[in-house]
């Protein structure tokens, strides 16, 4: 297994300032059957300690996956050699991402939208299961659209309404754009929350991300956001609920990173992260 290099560089308002010594991190832990098929999200559980959900990309059923640190994935008490949580009536066009809100609540976003064509972009909503569970079913169904996209498939000079990025900041969830047109990335909050029409997401701001996201996630207590590309972590501190990319921040690029999709915070000063390609899990110091 290739060893992960991490520079740490961090970009103040004025400029970057080079750390003197880069980090380096071992091979990682394999992950367990199920999330092992095609990572592309992990959170911490808000309710059970050493426990992170996962999900896998398009192609597999409506699954969330129960992990621990060390990469097992917790067995279903009914269904031992099913692995992952299935969900009732929910359907995998394209999940990309995983929150959890303060109350427990895990958001599934099927907001994965390569072809940047679809109309049916939805977040759902579940309360989240026993990880012995074998099935549980969403709370709710919210259909969301970017107010700024006009066209199905957007223009090539815009294609840029894909998401592969969201976190809960504040009581609200936010999702990142991943683009193909540039190196930017658009910021979104979802204000409204109705089930029975579609919800308009509120654009927060643009922010030049140098790359295309892949994961994001914020600590419990807001004082800290991590957005992850294919070639570098982005960490901000103390963001502004308003402006969550606006402040202070720290890029960490991974010099030789196969294909990370998956990104959480493991404490304030260590984030896990999973390769979809070799599914592993990798800890990472933050500075």
Not at 33 to 39: F, S, V, Y
Not at 249 to 267: D, K, M, Y
Request: proline share 10%; glycine share 6%.
């Amino acid at each position: 297994m290739p060893q992960y290099t991490i520079l740490l560089i961090a970009l103040a308002l004025t400029g970057p300032i080079f750390a003197a010594e880069p980090i380096t991190f071992g091979p990682g832990v394999p992950l367990g059957p199920g999330p092992a098929k095609e990572n592309s999200g992990i959170v911490r559980s808000r309710n059970w300690p050493d426990l992170f959900w996962m999900i896998n990309d398009s192609g597999d059923e409506p699954r969330v996956y129960p992990v621990r640190r060390d990469g097992e994935v917790f067995t279903s008490t009914r269904s031992p050699k099913t692995p992952g949580v299935l969900i009732g009536g929910a359907i995998n066009v394209d999940w990309e991402d995983i929150a959890v809100t303060a109350e427990g609540e895990i958001i599934v976003p099927d907001t994965g939208n390569n072809a940047n064509d679809r109309r049916d972009l939805v977040l759902y909503v579940i309360d989240e299961p026993a990880p012995t569970a074998d099935r549980t079913t969403f709370r709710r169904k919210i259909f969301v659209r970017y107010p700024e996209q006009t066209s199905f498939p957007a223009p090539k000079d815009d294609f840029n309404f894909d998401c592969e990025g969201i976190f809960v900041l504040a009581g609200k969830i936010h999702l990142l754009t991943k683009h193909r047109s540039d190196s930017q990335t658009r910021l979104y909050r979802l204000d409204t929350m109705k089930s029975d029409e579609v919800n308009d997401l509120t654009f927060v701001e643009s922010f030049d991300i140098q790359g295309q996201v892949t994961a994001a996630d914020a600590l419990p207590d807001g004082s800290r956001l991590l957005v992850a590309t294919y070639t570098d972590l982005w960490l901000f501190d103390q963001p502004d609920p308003a402006h969550p990319l606006a402040g202070p921040h720290v890029r960490i690029p991974l010099t030789n990173p196969t294909q990370i999709e998956a990104a959480c915070f493991l404490s304030p000063t260590t984030a896990l992260l999973a390769d979809e390609v070799t599914a592993r899990l990798y800890e990472v110091p933050l500075p």
